[in-house]
Every structure is written in structure tokens, then in C-alpha cells.
């Protein structure tokens, strides 16, 4: 704040956030909490949170930790329930806190999508003709964002994609083939192509989240629940999620547990303290080591291009 907002003449700061948090006249402390979210429709966010924390799957990554945190973010326990350790819970979402109104003119199938492909080459026949569907009901390329969560195809499938598109006579702007250091996320009248890193902070109406089989083996971490949250929570309106082969399987059947139980979480309240335990336990030089390697991997990199690059290392 102080760089930012300057000094006065007297070289005090303008905004000092210390006095300003010791200032009961001021009001306002200096951490707000939005509990309202007028980004995601009801039905995405309670998916995005459901599959975020693994609720629904055989072994939860993450949790909150008390009913105040739900309702920082929107939630309100059910009366007759509690979060007691190993009991069911049921925890809603009040439609207040989820203001938009898609919910009103299309079904929780509509808004969530899932396709189980056979092959790379069935799903990316799918997205293409899903998203000319799209265009040809009113959106814009440029409201479609398709995001890979399989690092390793990501090229491969960009490529795809954007041939099947242009096929069909759509412009696609592939974020992983730039020769720009920072290319521009959004052009005008293209679909962009995008990792789950380069799509932080950005939205549009339909989502994409492709290539959900490539998370099977991180089911159970934090970091590839995390990449889900991410994918989904970028749409506005309609969110496609898709992948090859039966790993898809325990993702859509939490989907399609989530849709069943919306606007509620329905869950098993897993034990906090013994998630952080097990997180705890794992040695800090593994995880800062498949963190390097994730935002490798989104870059492009191979796993094969980062063996070969820490060999090296280790020959050195």
C-alpha cells in the first residue's frame, strides 16, 4: 500500500493497513471474504469444490476445517448435521451466493457435460464438433477455452484439435506453439488452447477440461485435485469435461454424484488433522520436486526431456 499509494508531506504512508486494522471507527478489517461467487453457476462451483477436495472419492485430500470456513465461502451446514469426524454431512449452498441465473433455463446436465473417448482421436473429433456446436448457438471462438489436464499429449492434442477445428472453420489460438514469451491469452474470434498454469486467472463461457484420465494416478493428491478446481471454476456458463478409457470413470461418477446432491455437499467428514499428517510426512525436497516438475511439464516439457536434463545434472 505504501508503494503504491504513496506518502503524504509529513512522509507518513496515505494507506497504512496496520493503523487502519486497530482503527475500530474504520470499520473494515483487512482480509474480506467473498463468499458470493458471480463467476461460476451454483452447479460448477459445488462440482469444482466436491472434486477439489475429493469428497466423493475413496480418499479426501482436503477439507475445511470448521463451519465458520464453509460459511466464509458460501456454505451453510444443515440443521440436525455437524462435522464430526467419520459422520455424514450435508452442507448447502444458498442460491443467494451464487447469483447467476443459468440455472433457470438449463438443467445441471446441461451446464455439466462428461464424454468417455476411446481413443485421443475420438475425443478430439468430439471436442471440435461440440465446441461448432457452440458457435453455431450464438457464442463467440473467443467465449471457448479448452484446457488439457495431460501434460504430456498436451501438444499432440492442441494439434489435433486446432486441425479439426480449422477443418470446420474455426481459428484457434494455441497458447503451447507461441513464439511469444507471453502471448495474449484471449484474440478475438479464435478458441484458445490452454494449460491449466496459463489459465489461472482467466474465464470464459464454455469450458473444456480435457485429457481427465491423465489425473488417475493423482487422484489422491492435493495437487491433482487442485488442477481440477482450477479447470473448472474457469467457466461462466457450460463446462465440458472429457478423457480416454476407464480412468475417467471415478471422475464422472463424482460429477455425476455432485449434480445428484446440488445445491448440497453430501459427504463423510474426513479427519483434517490426519490429512495434514500424511501431507506432513511426505519429505519437502519430493514435493519441491514434482512441483518443478508440474510447471516443467506445463511448459511443454516431456517426462523424457526432464530425465534426461536431471541425468545430466547428476553426471555433472
Given at each position: 500500500?505504501?508503494?503504491?499509494?504513496?506518502?503524504?508531506?509529513?512522509?507518513?504512508?496515505?494507506?497504512?493497513?496496520?493503523?487502519?486494522?486497530?482503527?475500530?471507527?474504520?470499520?473494515?478489517?483487512?482480509?474480506?471474504?467473498?463468499?458470493?461467487?458471480?463467476?461460476?453457476?451454483?452447479?460448477?462451483?459445488?462440482?469444482?469444490?466436491?472434486?477439489?477436495?475429493?469428497?466423493?472419492?475413496?480418499?479426501?485430500?482436503?477439507?475445511?476445517?470448521?463451519?465458520?470456513?464453509?460459511?466464509?465461502?458460501?456454505?451453510?451446514?444443515?440443521?440436525?448435521?455437524?462435522?464430526?469426524?467419520?459422520?455424514?454431512?450435508?452442507?448447502?449452498r444458498n442460491r443467494m451466493n451464487s447469483?447467476?441465473?443459468?440455472?433457470?433455463?438449463?438443467?445441471?446436465?446441461?451446464?455439466?457435460?462428461?464424454?468417455?473417448?476411446?481413443?485421443?482421436?475420438?475425443?478430439?473429433?468430439?471436442?471440435?464438433?461440440?465446441?461448432?456446436?457452440?458457435?453455431?448457438?450464438?457464442?463467440?471462438?473467443?467465449?471457448?477455452?479448452v484446457i488439457c489436464f495431460d501434460d504430456?499429449?498436451?501438444?499432440?492434442?492442441?494439434?489435433k484439435i486446432s486441425k479439426r477445428l480449422?477443418?470446420?472453420?474455426?481459428?484457434?489460438?494455441?497458447?503451447?506453439?507461441?513464439?511469444?514469451?507471453?502471448?495474449?491469452?484471449?484474440?478475438?474470434?479464435?478458441?484458445?488452447?490452454?494449460?491449466?498454469?496459463?489459465?489461472?486467472?482467466?474465464?470464459?463461457?464454455?469450458?473444456?477440461?480435457?485429457?481427465?484420465?491423465?489425473?488417475?494416478?493423482?487422484?489422491?493428491?492435493?495437487?491433482?485435485?487442485?488442477?481440477?478446481?482450477?479447470?473448472?471454476?474457469?467457466?461462466?456458463?457450460?463446462?465440458?469435461?472429457?478423457?480416454?478409457?476407464?480412468?475417467?470413470?471415478?471422475?464422472?461418477?463424482?460429477?455425476?454424484?455432485?449434480?445428484?446432491?446440488?445445491?448440497?455437499?453430501?459427504?463423510?467428514?474426513?479427519?483434517?488433522?490426519?490429512?495434514?499428517?500424511?501431507?506432513?510426512?511426505?519429505?519437502?525436497?519430493?514435493?519441491?520436486?514434482?512441483?518443478?516438475?508440474?510447471?516443467?511439464?506445463?511448459?511443454?516439457?516431456?517426462?523424457?526431456?526432464?530425465?534426461?536434463?536431471?541425468?545430466?545434472?547428476?553426471?555433472?
Open positions: 500500500p505504501e508503494e503504491l499509494f504513496g506518502i503524504d508531506k509529513q512522509g507518513k504512508p496515505r494507506i497504512n493497513l496496520v493503523e487502519l486494522r486497530s482503527d475500530l471507527s474504520f470499520g473494515q478489517s483487512n482480509d474480506l471474504v467473498l463468499y458470493k461467487c458471480y463467476r461460476n453457476p451454483l452447479e460448477i462451483l459445488l462440482t469444482a469444490h466436491a472434486l477439489g477436495f475429493g469428497l466423493y472419492s475413496e480418499s479426501p485430500v482436503q477439507n475445511l476445517e470448521n463451519e465458520e470456513h464453509w460459511n466464509d465461502v458460501g456454505y451453510e451446514l444443515k440443521e440436525g448435521y455437524d462435522l464430526a469426524v467419520g459422520k455424514e454431512t450435508v452442507i448447502e447469483p447467476l441465473s443459468i440455472y433457470r433455463h438449463q438443467t445441471p446436465g446441461q451446464l455439466v457435460t462428461t464424454f468417455k473417448a476411446e481413443s485421443l482421436d475420438e475425443e478430439c473429433d468430439w471436442i471440435a464438433n461440440k465446441v461448432s456446436e457452440s458457435i453455431n448457438e450464438g457464442l463467440k471462438p473467443h467465449d471457448i477455452m504430456y499429449n498436451a501438444k499432440a492434442s492442441f494439434a480449422a477443418s470446420l472453420g474455426i481459428r484457434s489460438n494455441n497458447l503451447l506453439i507461441s513464439s511469444s514469451a507471453a502471448p495474449p491469452f484471449k484474440l478475438d474470434d479464435m478458441v484458445t488452447l490452454s494449460t491449466i498454469h496459463r489459465a489461472k486467472g482467466n474465464e470464459a463461457a464454455e469450458v473444456f477440461a480435457i485429457g481427465i484420465d491423465a489425473l488417475f494416478p493423482h487422484r489422491y493428491s492435493r495437487s491433482g485435485r487442485n488442477k481440477i478446481f482450477t479447470a473448472f471454476t474457469r467457466t461462466k456458463a457450460w463446462l465440458n469435461v472429457s478423457g480416454i478409457g476407464s480412468r475417467v470413470d471415478g471422475f464422472f461418477k463424482e460429477i455425476e454424484i455432485s449434480l445428484k446432491n446440488s445445491p448440497c455437499l453430501t459427504f463423510i467428514v474426513p479427519d483434517v488433522e490426519k490429512i495434514r499428517r500424511d501431507n506432513d510426512s511426505k519429505p519437502q525436497e519430493i514435493l519441491k520436486m514434482q512441483e518443478m516438475m508440474e510447471r516443467l511439464k506445463e511448459q511443454g516439457y516431456s517426462n523424457e526431456q526432464i530425465q534426461m536434463e536431471l541425468q545430466l545434472k547428476e553426471d555433472n
